[in-house]
């Protein structure tokens, strides 16, 4: 396998720029780890599996801003791994998602760049192995306009650039240009509707593989936002319009609550039935708080040109306390592609956090992730499970140590393609705060 590279974003110019005048206000924080890593299946095999020792270390950062002229969250990480024996080339890989909202005149016009960096499987039906890795970017960045008819009765512009690149899959990279009109109803304090007009054309790179189309919405939506609890409701249509004719037009519907349940917990439910693409999930993606990453994950998104049709339910479950956090997170999704049934599936699965702070400098974090995959056109099933430890210490300021330990096992219908790891760091990492 050739070494991944890390590919620098538009965003991370605008982000210098940005800090020219702003430095001095930004909080950054950062985290650098090095340790040996041992693992029980390198290559991912579902036989015969290769266990290694090596190098990794890496850089984790977040940097944020809030001021009145400009709003920054902004979170990346870096990793290298040395392997021995040369089974795999050294290989860097990262991971960058952020949000800028520079106003450039206040109440009336700002300017929004986004950026989403992750790593994805080259196929998302083989096992995630160091040959199966792909650095996959999307970045967005353009202008809003607002402006207010009466106290009550606002307007809203928006125009998008859009460009996505993966670095194996070509067909995956495109050109977008999106806008948006929305006019918003003020119905009282705690509650507002809005009719909105989307559209988005699509021009992808390679027209060998990818069929370039037009996409547009219109629909309406409510929002209620009371002290602990807020809902958001969208109904509407979605029509794709390819540039050779075909078309194809789908309901829209979206819904998301969220609930309060104490000063400690919380409660959330989000329902969709849309059209949706790779591109479009990765810059929803985007968090709005940032946080300092401490590894980088492989995705499983399906990398290609095709949008889909996704209905799906998603629930969460929070709990802060002063030593205690917790959350789980249920769904259960449906998903039909446009352009090819290959990849059609059903999910469903949950994933459960928790981390405790056991006494001043010693902490405690496990989580487990269990999925189901149906691909209902292969007539394929997969199921997953990760189970994952760490125990940190610290024991000067900035300073701490660090053990991790992971189980991961998938189990599929298709023949050799069953696979299990085991994987234990142990490292020690400067923190800056």
Sequence with gaps: MRPSRLRISALAASVLAAFSGHAAAARVDYTVDLGMERNSNV???PSDPIEQRYLRAG??????????????????????????????????????????????????????????????????????????RQQVNVFSAGPTLLFNWTSSLHGQAELRYVNSHAEVTDEFNSQRLASAVRTIKELSPTSRVSLNLQAQRVDFDDDVVARDYNRYDLYGRYVRELANFQLGADLGYSRIDYRQGESRSEPLLRADAEWTLSPRSQLTAVVSSQFSD?????????????????????????????????????????????????????????????????????????????????????????YATWERLDYTQLGREEKTTRVGASLEYQWVRRWSVRLHAERYKRESTEVNQDVAQNIVYLSVAYSNR
């Design 59 to 132: 850089l984790g950062f977040s940097i944020t801003e809030n001021v009145s002229a400009l709003q920054l969250n902004l979170d990346g990480r870096a990793e290298y791994r040395d392997y021995e024996d040369d089974i795999f080339a050294d290989t860097v890989d990262g991971t960058l998602s952020g949000r800028m909202n520079w106003v450039a005149i206040p109440e009336r016009l700002f300017f929004l760049v986004e950026d989403n960096l992750t790593v994805q499987p080259v196929d998302s039906l083989v096992p995630d192995g160091p040959g199966n």
């Design 278 to 366: 790779t591109a479009t999930d990765a810059l929803a993606g985007i968090q709005s708080e940032s946080t300092v990453p401490v590894n980088v994950l492989t995705g499983d998104a399906v990398v290609n040109a095709s949008p889909y049709e996704v209905r799906g339910l998603d629930l969460g479950y929070s709990f802060t306390g002063t030593r205690l956090n917790l959350s789980l997170t249920p769904f259960v999704q449906k998903r039909d592609y446009v352009e090819s049934d290959e990849f059609d599936q059903k999910t469903r699965g949950s994933r459960f956090d928790l981390h405790w702070l056991m006494r001043r400098g010693l902490s405690l974090g496990s």
């Design 43 to 45: 290559t991912m095999a």
